[in-house]
């Protein structure tokens, strides 16, 4: 054989090695997360209905359903499966264990991307971006105009948010942790609470619904980066899923469809909704 033969010889077997071991790898690490739920035939997204305009319970023709922007984004990425939408409703602060426990296929939440929940799921980009502010009652709209003015208060946060580190770490006030944002809500109009840290779109749903009982005092909170953004939570070897969720929001984004939905969340909220229940 020919010196060159030789070589050629050696570089085709290289390759063949190579690309073999490729596929095994592949084979291996398969991601069959998109698959998975074509074959089941649904979509089931992990909520908290407790979270108008993103999501809420309403009653329609006599029936109880959820929906709300993260309800109608989600049902876009079911129509791009081809499946059907299940939402399953829970607290807010079992919703990342019951995506890594398999319980469900995506958390759609209003959920940011905080370091420590990167750390255990992954998350889509993101389709809204948040601020936090403190709500208060609308006789007491002019209570809390600085940091100092917390002190002593009772201030309401959701268990497990981004809402309960910023009312413990940037308040002086007793920092009173529940599962639900409307009982914190309630709690608040009958006096048992001063004031909730919620987001601001949460907190202006409340003022459009409830316009002569909330108001939005003028202290401000800081929100860190790594709390703005609203995204879709994934499990982490879902790539082909997490995949699929991108192409829905770029393209809902780039069509301006995004927008339209936040809105068409707000009319359902008003035309079916028991408002911000
Ligand atoms: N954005 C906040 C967080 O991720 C609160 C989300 C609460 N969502 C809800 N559906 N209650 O921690």
Redesign the pocket.
């Known amino acids: 054989m020919k010196k060159w033969m030789k070589k050629s010889w050696l570089v085709a077997m290289g390759l063949v090695m190579v690309l073999s071991i490729g596929l095994a790898g592949c084979g291996k690490s398969s991601d069959n997360s998109v698959k998975k739920i074509q074959d089941k035939g649904t979509l089931t997204v992990g ?2 209905a ?2 108008a305009p ?2 809420f319970p309403i009653v329609k023709n006599g029936k109880k359903q959820i929906t709300g922007f993260d309800i109608l984004i989600a049902q876009k990425i079911a129509k791009n499966l081809g499946v059907k939408l299940k939402v399953q409703n829970t607290e ?1 602060s079992s919703l990342i264990s019951d995506l890594k426990g398999n319980k469900v296929d995506l958390v759609m ?4 991307s905080t370091t420590p929940r990167k750390k255990q799921v992954a998350f889509s980009k993101s389709y809204y971006t ?1 601020k936090n502010v403190l709500l208060v009652r609308k006789d007491e709209a002019n209570k809390f105009n600085t940091i100092a003015d917390t002190k002593g208060a009772q201030i309401g946060a ?1 268990q497990t ?3 309960e580190s910023i009312a413990k770490d940037q308040t002086k006030a007793n920092v009173v942790s529940e599962g639900l ?1 409307t009982s914190l809500t309630t709690e608040l109009l009958k006096g048992k609470l001063d004031g909730v840290v919620v ?1 601001n779109e949460i907190a202006d749903n409340y003022l459009k619904n409830y316009p002569d009982k909330y108001a939005v005092a003028k202290v401000s909170l800081t929100t860190p980066k790594s709390q703005r953004y ?1 995204n879709v939570a994934v499990r982490k070897g879902d790539k082909k899923l997490l995949n699929r969720v991108n192409k829905v929001i770029t393209k809902l984004q780039k069509s301006g469809e995004m927008n339209k939905l936040l809105q068409k969340s707000q009319e359902i909220q008003s035309k079916y909704g028991d408002s911000t229940k």
């Open positions: 909520t908290s407790d979270y993103f999501e807010f939440a209003g959920m940011v948040v959701q948010t981004t809402q944002v987001e609203i």
